[in-house]
């Protein structure tokens, strides 16, 4: 058996969506862009939502329509994607890292309060892996600043944290819908959510080269847009998500009763009644991941080292601010015992049962 690490879906009716919007729609700013749009923030329960050409485009814009410039600085967890930071060091904003808490991999807000300081612009935490952060804390800890708070939901569409929808939790969120994240767009693009009006109008000018009017630009601006024919497909794919993220939810709990106890096995954290997590990815660590990862392919099952370098230890990043090893203790242990194991809304039982089996076999050699 064979059992890919992620599998994204395309039906034909998302291929026909795409189709009919390249036949019938503007091919840029179309219709179903802005009725995406609609159904997003419907989603989330935000006043607006504007999609981008990616999560990165989306944390770059929101941070930049709330103020942020070269020389501020954005305080986030170093235990992310590379972009997470990308989207603003590439304007000239500085980066500040607070430590993560082991049990979930999101921002500690103990370490969070001791990173911020005047210059803190932004706080950015990431809900990794489909799990929320912990929001009141952080939001309170950025108000005392007057920081504003921007969740990168890149991984996390549809995550609940005490009743509310990620995205809806902050200033403004950001999410990817790069191929392998819990819904996509059939290619590259993201979304920006807020309930700002300001923001909502600022982020939508700076998405299309900053312009005012058709001639007319009042503000430094990008290439930013998704394609029409993209948010054809995203409004099919927001349609499934619901079904999507119970399905992963369901294979998780599969995962997590058949792995418990198995070698020296980390299981992720555990949905709470505060927060209903998507799992964008099922990550175990152990200090074997190498050996495991070998392993797994082996038998023809995929595996992940999300992240094996952490942010701050990535070679730009020393180069450019003299990062070294032991400045985030809890983040380097983890991303050094980190591995992600097959799941996707399609993953079957047999096949959950399948990688387990190959797991205990490494564990019983
Ligand atoms: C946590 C996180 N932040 C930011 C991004 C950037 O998104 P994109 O690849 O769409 O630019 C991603 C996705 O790849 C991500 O996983």
């Given at each position: 058996m064979?059992?890919?690490?992620?599998?994204?879906?395309?039906?034909?009716?998302?291929?026909?969506?795409?189709a009919?919007?390249?036949?019938?729609e503007?091919?840029?700013l179309?219709?179903?862009?802005?009725?995406?749009e609609?159904?997003?923030?419907?989603?989330?329960?935000?006043?607006h939502?504007?999609?981008?050409?990616?999560?990165?485009?989306?944390?770059?814009?929101a941070?930049?329509a709330?103020?942020?410039?070269?020389g501020?600085?954005?305080?986030?967890?170093?235990?992310?994607?590379?972009?997470?930071?990308?989207?603003?060091?590439s304007f000239g904003?500085?980066?500040?890292?607070?430590?993560?808490?082991?049990?979930?991999?999101?921002?500690?807000?103990?370490?969070?309060?001791?990173a911020?300081d005047?210059?803190?612009?932004?706080?950015?935490p990431?809900?990794?892996y489909?799990?929320?952060?912990?929001?009141?804390?952080?939001?309170?800890?950025?108000?005392?600043?007057?920081?504003v708070?921007?969740?990168?939901?890149?991984?996390?569409?549809?995550?609940?944290?005490r009743?509310?929808?990620?995205?809806?939790?902050?200033?403004?969120?950001?999410?990817s819908?790069?191929?392998t994240?819990?819904?996509?767009?059939?290619?590259?693009?993201g979304?920006?959510?807020?309930?700002d009006?300001?923001?909502?109008?600022?982020?939508?000018?700076?998405?299309?080269?900053?312009?005012?009017?058709q001639y007319?630009?009042?503000?430094?601006g990008?290439?930013?847009?998704?394609n029409?024919?993209?948010?054809?497909?995203?409004?099919?794919q927001?349609?499934?998500?619901?079904a999507?993220?119970?399905?992963?939810?369901a294979?998780?709990?599969?995962?997590?009763?058949?792995?418990?106890?198995?070698?020296?096995?980390?299981l992720?954290p555990?949905?709470?009644a505060?927060?209903?997590?998507?799992?964008?990815?099922?990550?175990?660590?152990?200090?074997?991941?190498?050996?495991?990862?070998?392993?797994?392919?082996?038998?023809?099952?995929?595996?992940g080292?999300?992240?094996?370098?952490?942010?701050?230890?990535?070679?730009?990043?020393?180069?450019?601010?003299?990062?070294?090893e032991g400045m985030?203790?809890?983040?380097?242990?983890?991303?050094?015992?980190?591995?992600?194991?097959p799941?996707?809304?399609d993953?079957?039982?047999?096949?959950?049962?399948?990688?387990?089996?190959?797991?205990?076999?490494f564990?019983?050699?």
């Amino acid at each position: 058996m064979k059992v890919p690490i992620a599998s994204p879906v395309m039906t034909e009716k998302m291929v026909e969506a795409a189709a009919n919007a390249l036949r019938n729609e503007r091919l840029t700013l179309g219709e179903s862009v802005f009725k995406f749009e609609d159904a997003f923030a419907k989603m989330c329960g935000t006043k607006h939502a504007v999609a981008v050409s990616s999560g990165t485009a989306a944390l770059q814009l929101a941070l930049q329509a709330y103020g942020v410039k070269a020389g501020d600085k954005v305080v986030t967890s170093s235990m992310s994607f590379v972009a997470t930071t990308n989207s603003y060091v590439s304007f000239g904003a500085v980066p500040g890292f607070a430590d993560v808490l082991a049990s979930d991999y999101t921002i500690d807000p103990a370490k969070l309060k001791a990173a911020v300081d005047g210059r803190t612009k932004a706080v950015i935490p990431v809900h990794l892996y489909g799990q929320p952060s912990h929001m009141d804390e952080i939001d309170e800890i950025a108000s005392e600043t007057g920081a504003v708070v921007i969740e990168d939901a890149c991984q996390a569409h549809g995550a609940i944290y005490r009743g509310k929808v990620t995205g809806n939790l902050a200033h403004a969120g950001c999410f990817s819908f790069y191929p392998t994240k819990n819904m996509h767009v059939g290619g590259d693009g993201g979304m920006i959510t807020t309930n700002d009006d300001k923001v909502a109008d600022l982020c939508k000018r700076m998405r299309h080269c900053g312009r005012k009017g058709q001639y007319e630009h009042d503000v430094i601006g990008y290439t930013y847009r998704l394609n029409t024919a993209n948010a054809a497909v995203g409004i099919e794919q927001l349609k499934m998500l619901p079904a999507w993220n119970e399905k992963r939810r369901a294979a998780a709990k599969l995962y997590d009763q058949m792995l418990k106890g198995v070698g020296d096995l980390v299981l992720p954290p555990q949905p709470t009644a505060d927060v209903t997590p998507v799992f964008h990815l099922y990550t175990l660590r152990t200090p074997r991941r190498y050996e495991l990862k070998a392993f797994l392919e082996g038998k023809g099952v995929g595996a992940g080292l999300n992240y094996e370098i952490p942010i701050h230890l990535q070679p730009i990043y020393r180069q450019m601010f003299g990062y070294k090893e032991g400045m985030l203790p809890v983040t380097e242990k983890c991303c050094k015992e980190v591995i992600a194991i097959p799941l996707f809304a399609d993953i079957t039982a047999e096949q959950v049962k399948y990688v387990v089996e190959c797991v205990q076999e490494f564990y019983s050699r």
